[in-house]
């Protein structure tokens, strides 16, 4: 049984694998998804983290507000500091951000959402009462308060936006495994004996997993732009570069009126490619899972 369930699974794979490939959209993002996080990855050896500091910037002589070609790629800010070391260590803090508060929204909505729907009764009236209570109140305030109130770090902007993002997955996860459990396999299983854990496990979250995947893909670039609007803000991390902050000190010290359009532009650029990316990728995830979605289009 343990062999014919990896051949199917092993099978499955394959064919979401060769559906993927064939889908343009899901290849285009990926291999901009694949950019990024090559920079992110290798930017110890891309960029000099010391010129993230201003006194090392200033001791280095770097030019005030250099244009590109003038000084380095990407030119120089108000503080003398490489725009390019910026965008470089940025893109590792706002993947990092975006894909540790996915892991904790997914985490948590998952789990709300198959014990809600899986057990029912009072547990599923509780929990759901407290989903619409988050749904309810708007998110961005309920995330500025949480972020005011936690401080100023990058450990807290995820559990910020971990905490505030989970209900809609909750309630998409606890609809599909009200439709799985309804099944005669289930049914047949726990005639046989299989109690709730052995249910969950092998029945229950292998056939709602495909979108938990596919929703984890899109719920990404929301976290990446709630990263950026917090930081934006003032309620990012001081002490981390990221593609938000470099948004909100470019804005707060006039770039666009001096019209240093290379300190705001690359890292804008790069927010707008990786959320595309992984919204491609989401889409295409999603249409691999219910290809009526596709046929729809």
């Not at 799985?180 to 396999?185: C, D, H, I, T, Y």
């Not at 300190?263 to 919204?279: C, D, K, M, R, S």
Request: aromatic share 8%.
């Amino acid at each position: 049984m343990t062999s014919l369930a990896m051949q199917r699974r092993r099978a499955t794979a394959r064919r979401v694998l060769t559906q993927f490939r064939n889908s343009r959209p899901g290849v285009i993002g990926f291999a901009v998804l694949l950019v990024f996080v090559i920079v992110a990855l290798a930017a110890p050896l891309l960029a000099d983290v010391r010129e993230l500091n201003p006194v090392f910037a200033r001791a280095q002589g770097n030019p005030q507000w250099a244009a590109p070609g003038t000084f380095g790629v990407l030119g120089t800010d108000h503080l003398r500091r490489s725009v390019w070391v910026q965008f470089v260590w940025g893109s590792r803090v706002s993947l990092f951000v975006g894909l540790a508060a996915t892991v904790l929204t997914i985490s948590i909505g998952s789990v709300v959402g198959i014990i809600s729907g899986f057990v029912g009764g009072r547990i599923d009236s509780v929990l759901m009462r407290i989903t619409e209570w988050f749904l309810v109140i708007p998110f961005l305030p309920l995330a500025i308060v949480l972020a005011s109130i936690l401080g100023r770090n990058v450990w807290n902007i995820i559990l910020v936006i971990g905490v505030t993002s989970w209900p809609s997955t909750a309630r998409l996860l606890r609809a599909q495994v009200l439709t799985v459990k309804q099944r005669l396999f289930v049914d047949r299983s726990r005639s046989l004996g299989a109690g709730n854990a052995h249910l969950v496990a092998r029945h229950i979250l292998p056939n709602v997993s495909g979108l938990i995947l596919a929703n984890a893909t899109l719920a990404v670039p929301i976290s990446i732009l709630t990263e950026t609007t917090l930081s934006f803000l003032g309620l990012g991390d001081p002490s981390s570069a990221s593609w938000g902050k470099t948004l909100e000190e470019a804005f707060v010290n006039g770039a666009m009126v001096r019209n240093a359009w290379w300190y705001f532009l690359p890292a804008g650029v790069g927010i707008l490619a990786v959320v595309l990316a992984f919204t491609l990728i989401g889409r295409t995830l999603e249409e691999i899972a219910d290809p009526r979605l596709g046929q729809a289009r």
